[in-house]
């Protein structure tokens, strides 16, 4: 599943990148290093990690299975 959607994440995250540097918060050094695959790959990772983790308390705290 986490390799399914990381290549979803990374093309969102390079979209919010190119928007931010559009608007002007974010400066082309900074944008660039978002844009890195390296970071990217980390910044997805983050977050399918905190996505589990909140589904895995959402559902515990319904009563959900765990």
């Known amino acids: 599943m986490t390799n399914d959607i990381q290549p979803l994440l990374r093309i969102a995250l390079r979209y919010l990148a190119m928007f931010l540097m559009a608007k002007g ?3 082309e050094e900074a944008g660039a290093a978002l844009l890195d695959p390296a970071t990217l790959t980390a910044i997805s990772g983050l977050i ?3 996505g589990t983790e909140i589904w895995y308390r959402a559902a515990k705290k319904n009563g ?3």
Do not use: D, I, M, Q
């Open 25 to 27: 918060y974010f400066s």
């Open 48 to 50: 399918v990690a905190l």
């Open 64 to 66: 959900g299975k765990t």
